[in-house]
């Protein structure tokens, strides 16, 4: 999330040489869309991770940074149809990065809670796992080895059946850091299984559980769950060192992730890649600043991904979204009133589209407020 040194965008010439049209319809191209902002009313010094939506029920996820100590606290909140409220949370330091919403009651967030080291001064952060049962935030526990420190959650999923996945890591006894992968019923009290996490990635920044078991895991590439082992997928040869953040699992046949590439003139340029069924391609993007965060799709099927730029020649607002423009081509042809960086989208039942990140005029990397938008 931190701002680098300002690159100008170059030619198309650039881009990448090896891609696929996003096959969306060009009908959707260069509509008119109207965002609405409904960003969260005293939010100062907040910031919004990751917005999931089902059931009715939409929930957005982040911190919120205590102007004079500097400490941050866990923040999620929850959408009334007027306004956003915020009950009140378990843990009284730390953030939450991922949400999921199974059903109105039945919410998962994930991230770390900042706790004191024992015998020290100092604090050590700790995996933090909540469960939203429609009347309160809960902790719940999960079976970390015995001797395990510096646990942290990164992402979390409710599959179809109920199942909750929750990804994370730990140090062990050697010093060592070790990935874990952990399944649980929706019951919440139920017990948890800890599953193989040896994903061929050096780590995990979302993860989508499918129909029968199948579990896809981004971050430093795409890695796929058979429900025995992790297969690290192929990509473009060009995309070697890619990065992603965003993951959208239409169907088995139908698999998109976006994110960012590093650039040496445009320091990030966008990156998506779609798995039809037979093999990862790349879906071609505009050759300019930005950097992708995350992806859904609109009542009519069409992708909008979101992120941001640090650009001013891009947008100096510094949010970045790609959609459908002439010939379906992915282009930038929307910005949200007031939005900053933006880090999830999502789409509910009524087909309206969801944003969140912070509000423009970051500094230092720093978003004033949170930020939140809806797209009819």
Do not use: C
Request: hydrophobic letters at 40%; zero cysteines; aromatic letters at 8%.
């Amino acid at each position: 999330m931190l701002l680098s040194p300002l690159r100008a965008a170059i030619a198309l010439a650039v881009g990448l040489t090896a891609v696929v049209g996003t096959a969306v319809s060009p009908a959707a191209a260069a509509r008119t869309s109207h965002w609405r902002d409904v960003s969260p009313p005293a939010s100062d010094g907040s910031v919004l991770f990751d917005v999931e939506t089902a059931g009715g029920a939409t929930w957005a996820v982040g911190m919120s940074r205590d102007a004079t100590t500097g400490s941050s606290a866990p923040l999620a909140m929850r959408w009334t149809r007027t306004g956003w409220q915020t009950p009140p949370q378990p843990a009284d330091e730390g953030r939450l990065e991922d949400v999921a919403v199974g059903a109105p009651d039945e919410v998962w967030a994930v991230g770390t809670r900042n706790d004191a080291a024992s015998g020290t001064g100092s604090k050590e952060a700790r995996a933090l796992l909540e469960r939203w049962n429609g009347a309160a935030w809960s902790e719940t526990a999960l079976p970390f080895p015995e001797g395990a420190s510096w646990t942290s959650l990164s992402a979390v999923d409710v599959d179809a059946g109920g199942s909750v996945w929750v990804n994370g890591g730990y140090v062990d006894t050697a010093g060592e850091y070790v990935p874990a992968l952990f399944r649980g019923d929706a019951a919440g009290g139920g017990a948890w299984k800890r599953l193989p996490a040896d994903t061929g990635l050096t780590w995990v920044s979302q993860l989508e559980a499918g129909p029968g078991g199948i579990v896809y895991a981004i971050g430093d590439g795409v890695s796929r769950f058979d429900g025995t082992s992790w297969t690290k997928q192929s990509l473009p040869p060009a995309l070697g060192e890619a990065l992603f953040d965003g993951l959208e699992m239409r169907t088995g046949n139908d698999v998109w992730a976006v994110g960012h590439i590093r650039d040496e003139n445009l320091w990030r340029r966008p990156v998506i890649v779609r798995y039809d069924g037979h093999a990862w391609r790349t879906v071609r993007t505009p050759a300019e600043t930005g950097q992708l965060y995350d992806i859904a799709f609109d009542r009519s099927g069409s992708p909008v991904v979101v992120g941001e730029t640090a650009d001013p020649a891009v947008n100096p607002a510094g949010n970045y979204v790609l959609t459908p423009g002439p010939h379906g081509v992915l282009t930038r042809t929307e910005e949200p009133s007031g939005a900053g960086y933006l880090y999830s989208a999502a789409t509910d039942a009524a087909g309206r589209m969801w944003t969140v990140g912070g509000t423009a005029g970051a500094e230092g990397g720093i978003s004033p407020s949170a930020y939140a938008g809806i797209r009819r």
